[in-house]
């Protein structure tokens, strides 16, 4: 029997969307794969629900889509649905979690930290680190110190060392918005 894996996506993220996408597909290929996977998804407002298997995009329109189960996140404990009436609910026992979250504390190390605080091991590291990978700057920085080839890094209305095109990103932002590529450094300073 393979491990149960949880599938997190959503969160309270301008970027909510296509974290839904992305853990959408990371579930369709996982369970292809023979995997065995429950997908979670983190609302906008923080609440969690195990979303029905093979849920689609459209689904997610309103928000939660239908017949998926509210849970509650237990220190200590993991994920149990929320059961009305007495002995509460059922703990889910996930082995794992894949963190398909894009974007404010799905990617900065909040999420990380929660799910060290249940014992349920979650790609992307420690909260630390998945913090100073959210920081464009300074994780460019690491990765120079250490020899890693990295396109050269900046903030912006710093002395800039090279002549354009840049390519300018959000320094804390996620993956998927805010990115532009401009020809000169008046536009760069102006977004």
Not at 17 to 33: H, K, N, Q
Not at 135 to 157: M, N, W, Y
């Amino acid at each position: 029997m393979s491990p149960l894996l949880g599938i997190v996506f959503g969160g309270p993220s301008p970027e909510h969307d296509i974290s839904i996408l992305t853990g959408l597909l990371c579930e369709r290929v996982l369970r292809e794969a023979g995997q065995d996977v429950v997908p979670l998804y983190w609302t906008r407002t923080g609440d969690w629900v195990q979303c029905p298997p093979s849920s689609e995009a459209k689904d997610f329109l309103e928000g939660a889509p239908r017949g998926a189960t509210p849970l509650s996140l237990v220190v200590g404990e993991g994920f149990q649905s929320k059961k009305k009436g007495l002995g509460g609910g059922k703990a889910l026992a996930l082995d794992a979690a894949l963190n398909c979250c894009h974007g404010g504390a799905g990617e900065n190390g909040g999420l990380n930290a929660v799910f060290e605080q249940t014992g349920i091991p979650l790609t992307g590291g420690p909260a630390p680190l998945a913090a100073l990978g959210m920081d464009k700057l300074a994780f460019g920085a690491v990765l120079q110190a250490h020899g890693i080839p990295t396109l050269q890094r900046f903030s912006v209305g710093s002395d800039v060392p090279f002549a354009g095109p840049y390519i300018v990103k959000p320094r804390f932002g996620g993956s998927s918005i805010g990115i532009e590529v401009v020809e000169d450094l008046a536009t760069a300073e102006a977004l």
